[in-house]
């Protein structure tokens, strides 16, 4: 009889742990759930103070402070835009052909240069003299110098291409 006094006393005993385990988790969870609720509306607030201080702020800060609205763009960027032209280069005996954007003073040998190894000729053995640069127009004379003085216009229909011809001395 004490055998099972003893068994269903412990029974008994961990029936009433659980449940004091049970309402001790709850009581948790009550208490958390509760600080969350009245964090949340705290929260909200705080936000909202944030956000009307925020605007507050952007709306009169021009005021206070002096500054000055948005700057109209420089007319030198559109300028130092306008000075930028593509230009094609064509190796006709290969017909590889490649775009490239330049400035009235690109000297034509840059543009060999750069032409030379977008094409796939830059061999360290073939000199840069080796490449003559013609118009598309006229390729009687090769050009030298400036790109500029050869007639270089904003791409388009009229835009400017060159012809590279692998031209070694004999």
Do not use: N
Not at 28 to 34: E, I, P, Q
Not at 74 to 83: C, E, H, K, L, T
Not at 128 to 149: A, C, H, N, Q, R
């Amino acid at each position: 009889d004490t055998s099972q006094r003893g068994f269903s006393g412990s029974r008994r005993h961990q029936a009433a742990a659980g449940v004091i385990k049970k309402t001790e988790i709850s009581v948790r969870y009550l208490s958390t759930t509760l600080a969350m609720a009245t964090s949340r509306p705290a929260m909200r607030v705080a936000v909202l103070g944030a956000a009307v201080v925020c605007l507050f702020h952007i709306t009169l800060s021009p005021v206070f402070a002096g500054a000055h609205g948005a700057q109209p763009r420089q007319p030198r960027v559109a300028a130092r835009v306008s000075d930028i032209c593509e230009i094609v280069v064509t190796c006709p005996s290969v017909g590889a052909r490649t775009r490239m954007v330049v400035q009235e003073d690109t000297s034509v040998d840059s543009i060999v240069k750069r032409a030379r190894t977008a094409l796939g000729f830059d061999q360290a053995f073939l000199s840069d003299s080796d490449f003559k640069v013609y118009l598309k127009s006229d390729e009687s004379t090769p050009i030298s110098g400036k790109i500029g003085d050869h007639g270089l216009v904003p791409w388009g229909p009229d835009g400017m291409e060159l012809h590279i011809y692998f031209d070694p001395p004999l």
